[in-house]
T-cell receptor, first 116, second 118 residues
Framework: AQTVTQSQPEMSVQEAETVTLSCTYD???????LFWYKQPPSRQMILVIR??????QNATENRFSVNFQKAAKSFSLKISDSQLGDTAMYFC?????????????FGQGTTLQVKP | EAGVAQSPRYKIIEKRQSVAFWCNPI?????LYWYQQILGQGPKLLIQ????????DSQLPKDRFSAERLKGVDSTLKIQPAKLEDSAVYLC????????????????FGSGTRLTVV
């Protein structure tokens, strides 16, 4: 079974500090994609960062970066210089190959609160 | 470009009633997805369309849920009859390019419809 585990249901961080959200997943495939999505109270799902599994270099996007450990099937998200607008639910979501298309699977989510 | 449009934004119905949700994906996006997100959980894929054909509906409760995508553009998801456990947010998403590599560029989501069944 293909599963995604986010072991931290809730986290909080002070504004301007750094926080890391963890994610592990289970797949037997070698080629896939990994995403982190952000969902604020507005419910809009927003793509934060994307990683291709065949690339060893960790993706970065401004204040957001990932630590991708393929052998360990781990994909953590680091948010630097946290801002109040980062308050949201964060989902780790791999895209796994399903036939000739991809299937986006979500973890349970981590609720992040950034405190002033 | 315009985003993925969904309506209605909220819906309250009594159990055993029927309800329909509408989604208009980004123009030209070949693949369309419906997800169910129960409060406090991650979204679960219900059905995936590629153009107007169904790619995956393995997690769609077919005894009460149905979906169609006419002419490969907008889509409707229907529940009949609704149960209390159907209370959730229903998210629609689309991706431009079909195929595995295309989905690797990410999906664009609508704002969802929050359904409350009482």
């Amino acid at each position: 079974a293909q599963t995604v585990t986010q072991s931290q249901p809730e986290m909080s961080v002070q504004e301007a500090e750094t926080v890391t959200l963890s994610c592990t997943y289970d797949t037997s495939e070698s080629n896939y994609y990994l995403f982190w999505y952000k969902q604020p109270p507005s419910r809009q799902m927003i793509l934060v960062i994307r990683q291709e599994a065949y690339k060893q270099q960790n993706a970065t996007e401004n204040r957001f970066s990932v630590n991708f450990q393929k052998a360990a099937k781990s994909f953590s998200l680091k948010i630097s210089d946290s801002q109040l607008g980062d308050t949201a639910m964060y989902f780790c979501a791999p895209v796994l190959q399903a036939g000739n298309t991809g299937k986006l699977i979500f973890g349970q989510g981590t609720t992040l609160q950034v405190k002033p | 470009e315009a985003g993925v449009a969904q309506s209605p934004r909220y819906k309250i119905i009594e159990k055993r009633q029927s309800v329909a949700f509408w989604c208009n994906p980004i123009s030209g996006h070949a693949t369309l997805y419906w997800y169910q997100q129960i409060l406090g959980q991650g979204p679960k894929l219900l059905i995936q369309f590629q153009n107007n054909g169904v790619v995956d509906d393995s997690q769609l409760p077919k005894d009460r849920f149905s979906a169609e995508r006419l002419k490969g553009v907008d889509s409707t998801l229907k529940i009949q009859p609704a149960k209390l456990e159907d209370s959730a947010v229903y998210l629609c998403a689309s991706s431009l390019v079909s195929g595995f590599i295309g989905t690797g560029y990410g999906y664009t989501f609508g704002s969802g419809t929050r359904l409350t069944v009482v």
